[in-house]
């Protein structure tokens, strides 16, 4: 199959309509606002508040149809990226011929709204494998592909590994590298890298005190208050729930900025390798070695 001098098509993927976390929500929603809201709230008139109730549910759906991604091809003389609806709507660029691209590699990324668990994150059992782009005018794009599985660190899905093993054979029958700009490592340097990446974002008590300090925060300016002889209002209420979201808010904004850091190091490490992988096939020397001397001789 051939489109428009892309020659022929090598590998189709067709990503899930939505992720796994919008799903969950859209779930929950549903409940809440069919089942719970009629039982616990009608009797009070509190629903449907003329169909107020209906608006965070609307607005999920909607989400889901703004970021619902395109299929991805690979195609002999490119490849078209997957984009949500929403970025399509814009005109946003998809294929892009493989004359174009500089670096083509694997790269880490990290479930959409797993910042918003630092248990697992911290584990790096919600990081995935999917395909870096990177074109000669210095622009990167990521592939993403629907988790294969959330149990290993670093996972590869059945999507990646066949989209993958379909660009690099292609490359490999052109004799073009996938890697032309590639950071040479040490082995020193890859140890170091590979521990970084093994360290936990946030340490256990940490998510611990984010988590459970907001009911003892609340508890406690409301008993404070109660015995400075106030009365306890809905604004001070508010307020004490603003103070109490402080901590998880802030060991979610560091988890995600050390996820970010510990993606990028993956990805790294992962162009290098792609790099000696075809170093190796080629029959080429493949790094220097920990103490900075030229690689010994194959």
Request: hydrophobic content about 45%; glycine content about 8%; some cysteine.
């Amino acid at each position: 199959m051939a489109s428009d001098g892309r020659g022929p098509l090598l590998y189709a993927y067709r990503p899930i309509p939505a992720n796994p976390m919008s799903i969950a929500l859209l779930i929950l929603l549903v409940a809440v606002t069919f089942v719970l809201g009629p039982i616990a709230a009608a009797p009070e008139g509190l629903w449907p508040l003329g169909g107020l109730c209906f608006l965070p549910l609307a607005l999920v759906v909607l989400a889901i149809l703004a970021f619902k991604p395109s299929p991805m091809y690979v195609y002999e003389e490119g490849i078209e990226i997957s984009l949500p609806f929403w970025r399509r709507l814009l005109g946003e660029r998809r294929y892009f011929p493989w004359s174009e691209v500089r670096d083509v590699y694997p790269s880490s990324y990290e479930v959409a709204g797993s910042f918003m668990s630092p248990f697992a994150s911290s584990a790096g059992t919600l990081v995935h494998v999917g395909i870096g782009i990177e074109t000669k005018d210095g622009r990167r794009r990521l592939v993403r592909f629907t988790p294969g599985a959330i149990r290993t660190f670093r996972a590869e899905s059945p999507g990646y590994q066949g989209a993958m093993a379909a660009i690099r054979d292609r490359f490999l029958r052109h004799g073009e590298p996938m890697v032309t700009s590639a950071r040479a490592l040490a082995d020193r340097e890859v140890l170091a890298m590979q521990a970084e990446t093994r360290k936990p974002l946030v340490s256990i008590s940490g998510v611990f005190l984010a988590f459970f300090l907001p009911p003892v925060l609340v508890a406690g300016i409301l008993w404070a208050t109660t015995a400075a002889g106030q009365g306890i209002t809905t604004p001070l209420v508010l307020g004490a729930i603003v103070v109490a979201l402080i901590p998880p808010v802030a060991s979610m904004v560091q988890t995600l900025r050390r996820s970010e850091r510990r993606n990028a190091i993956l990805t790294e490490l992962a162009k290098f390798q792609e790099s000696l992988r075809e170093r190796a096939a080629g029959g080429n020397p493949l790094h220097e070695q920990a103490d900075g001397s030229p690689p010994r001789s194959r």
